[in-house]
């Protein structure tokens, strides 16, 4: 009989165990792939090596920081900060960097929110203020019916110009979570800015020093089994256990392994499936089997030079390269020349071959003045065909929380109640609260 058995071992699942270990549990953490970090996980794909897709440090973030605290880890050797992003729009349209650190980079900062006016003309800036501001006060105070607006929606209420919803806004939504502007929920954009514009000191941007297992995941994995824990690779969850309408444990490789408490710490898809095999038809989770999940696409090129100048996130609207990152200088520096993107529209590509995503993705670096194509020494694509859950109007009402009234059940993930959404610093709080759950049932 095991204590608490987590199911996955992203960040959500690796901050749950280490709140419970840190209480005296019992943890065992089962992983079905070969590598801890969930979406934050790198590995080896013939001979080289990929990331589950372009991640970036915010300087605002607080639970992340900690967790790496508490598993007695410096977050600085993780964090290599750029402090700024750049927006490159194709076929010679303008350019510009806008920085990102107010305290760390403050002539940059300003002068990219005074200057740029290629991109974003006084008047676009002034009703961007305005939409961002307003925004913020609804976000405290109707949150609800700002979230049945999308981003598009909300901006044209408010005076933005078509002009600065492509320049600016298509980069926010399609280059962070590939969703254009005319399906993201405008609470979803707020709530992601929020913990910034109320800690402005704080705010940066960084990339990781290496593979996010590297220098993320397994390091908190060790200090995990240092303290006691278990952790299984490879143990795939078949279905979960359940004894007179409690969750008794798991089946995993056709063993059936009992617990006191399941923590069910995988993102959306497999934590639908399992339930409603599990719990056909529960009420408690009527909702959540209605929250609806998005594809995401990755391509990563290995190349015999740099791609960019600068190892920064560049969005490109109007492109199938809706975020991209040379990453030779921080992330992966054993190579000459390393470009990884996030495509834009990922539920076109979600059935192409790799060949065709490569050759879709090279006809728009050439809009853009990317001439890499005979540069490139290898590419691999990597597609998650349910990765996030999706961030459209209306959405947030269907989100569960963590405590469940099925004894002996817990949930944890990005999707579950907690206010960052998708995003790293949500993962660690949704398994912060899992862990608060299972401790105070």
């Known amino acids: 009989m095991e204590d608490v058995i987590i199911i996955g071992s992203g960040l959500a699942g690796l901050s749950a165990a280490l709140e419970l270990v840190n209480k005296g549990r019992q943890v065992t953490i089962l992983e079905r792939y070969k590598v801890v970090g969930g979406r934050c996980a790198d590995w080896v794909s013939d001979g080289m090596r ?3 897709g372009l991640h970036r440090w915010l300087g605002f973030y607080k639970a992340l920081p900690r967790l790496f605290r508490k598993a007695g880890l410096d977050p600085n050797d993780a964090v290599i900060w750029e402090d700024e992003l750049e927006i490159r729009l194709p076929d010679g349209g303008p350019r510009g960097v806008l920085g990102l650190a107010p305290l760390h ?3 940059q900062t300003v002068a990219g929110l005074l200057g740029n006016n290629d991109l974003m003309s006084p008047a676009d800036k002034a009703a961007l203020l305005y939409f961002f501001s307003t925004g913020l006060v609804d976000l405290v105070s109707s949150r609800r019916a700002l979230d049945h607006n999308t981003v598009y929606e909300y901006a044209r209420k408010r005076g933005v110009s078509e002009e600065a919803i492509t320049n600016l806004l298509v980069p926010v939504t399609e280059g962070i979570f590939f969703l254009p ?3 993201y929920s405008a609470m979803v954009l707020m709530g992601l800015l929020a913990p910034a514009i109320k800690r402005p000191h704080t705010i940066r941007v960084g990339a990781f020093s290496g593979g996010m297992t590297e220098v993320m995941a397994a390091p908190i994995a060790e200090a995990l089994t240092r303290k006691g824990a278990s ?3 490879d143990a795939t969850v078949e279905r979960l256990a359940v004894e007179d309408g409690r969750v008794t444990g798991v089946y995993v490789n056709d063993e059936r392994i009992e617990a006191d408490h399941v ?10 499936r399992l339930l409603a095999e599990a719990l056909p038809n529960h009420p408690a989770f009527a909702k959540m089997q209605q929250l609806a ?3 995401a696409v990755t391509l990563q090129i290995e190349l015999d030079e740099p791609s960019l100048p600068e190892d920064h996130v560049v969005f490109s609207p109007n492109t199938c390269l809706a975020s991209y990152s040379e990453q030779s200088r921080t992330t992966f520096r ?3 020349g390393r470009l990884s993107i996030d495509l834009a529209r990922p539920e076109v590509f979600i059935e192409m071959t790799p060949e065709q995503i490569f050759a879709e993705a090279m006809k728009d670096a050439k809009r853009l003045d990317l001439n890499i194509e005979n540069n490139v020494r290898r590419y691999r694509v990597v597609t998650h065909p349910e990765d996030f859950y999706l961030l459209a109007a209306g959405t947030e009402e269907l989100r569960p929380r963590q405590a469940t009234p099925v004894p002996g059940l817990t949930l944890a993930g990005d999707y579950t ?3 960052l959404f998708c995003s790293m610093e949500g993962a660690v709080i949704s398994g912060q609260r899992a862990a608060k759950a299972v401790i105070a049932g």
């Open 417 to 419: 109640k907690q206010p």
């Open 293 to 295: 999940t998005m594809p």
């Open 105 to 107: 980079r403050p002539v």
């Open 50 to 52: 990929v990331e589950s």
């Open 263 to 272: 923590v069910l710490a995988t993102s959306l898809a497999p934590a639908k």
């Open 334 to 336: 054993d190579v000459p």
């Open 181 to 183: 502007p005319q399906r």
């Open 231 to 233: 952790l299984r690779l």
